[in-house]
């Protein structure tokens, strides 16, 4: 599991993605998302926008990431 730093409130899942480098593009999020490869804390997820907090897990197959706040 890889440990993603977050610096906002929440981060989209489609950003996070891209973030943790899951993918490369926004069109690679929508396909992967629609495909129902995601997990979010042991649920599948459908929503691109579905807002991410720190000590969300997020599971594709992939990897497997944990949302973190960034310390300051």
């Keep these: 599991m890889v440990e993603v730093e977050i ?6 899942l489609s950003s ?13 999020a929508k396909m992967m998302i629609a495909s129902g490869d995601i997990d979010v ?6 929503r691109r926008g579905r807002k991410l907090r720190p000590g969300d897990l997020v599971e594709t197959v ?8 960034q310390v300051s």
Excluded at 7 to 12: G, L
Excluded at 16 to 28: M, N, T, V, Y
Excluded at 62 to 69: D, K, L, Y
Aim: no cysteine; glycine share 16%; net charge negative.
């Design 7 to 12: 610096s906002d409130e929440y981060i989209v």
């Design 41 to 46: 804390n042991g649920e599948p997820e459908s």
């Design 62 to 69: 992939r990897g497997t990431w944990r949302v973190v706040a």
């Design 16 to 28: 996070f993605l891209k973030l943790a480098g899951a993918i490369d593009s926004g069109g690679d």
